[in-house]
């Protein structure tokens, strides 16, 4: 019945019991966890495979550290994100 009343293209999100917010919380800790072990080990780091939701709040819980990156890898269902070093920039 919904999907009667949607324009092309437009989507709905049920967020039961602020689900979705709270696990943003979550995985917004594990990238920052991830971050700090890359930057104590140098090592890159794959994390589980995730949804397209949780591997965003990953990428934009690191977008601004300017010592550590994130990139998403495989394809669907098991795609994943590696935190790693961020290559210098070139001169």
């Not at 800790?29 to 495979?49: H, N, P, S, W, Y």
């Not at 010592?67 to 495989?74: K, L, M, R």
């Amino acid at each position: 019945m919904l999907g009667k009343n949607l324009a092309e293209g437009e989507r709905v999100i049920v967020d039961v019991e602020r689900y979705r917010q709270r696990r943003e919380h979550t995985v917004r800790e594990i990238a920052l966890r991830a971050a700090r072990q890359v930057k104590m080990t140098g090592d890159a780091i794959t994390l589980d495979a995730m949804q397209a939701f949780e591997r965003r709040a990953i990428h934009l819980a690191l977008q601004d550290d300017p010592d550590v990156g994130s990139s998403s890898i495989g394809e669907e269902p098991d795609r994943r994100v590696v935190v790693g070093p961020r290559k210098p920039a070139s001169t």
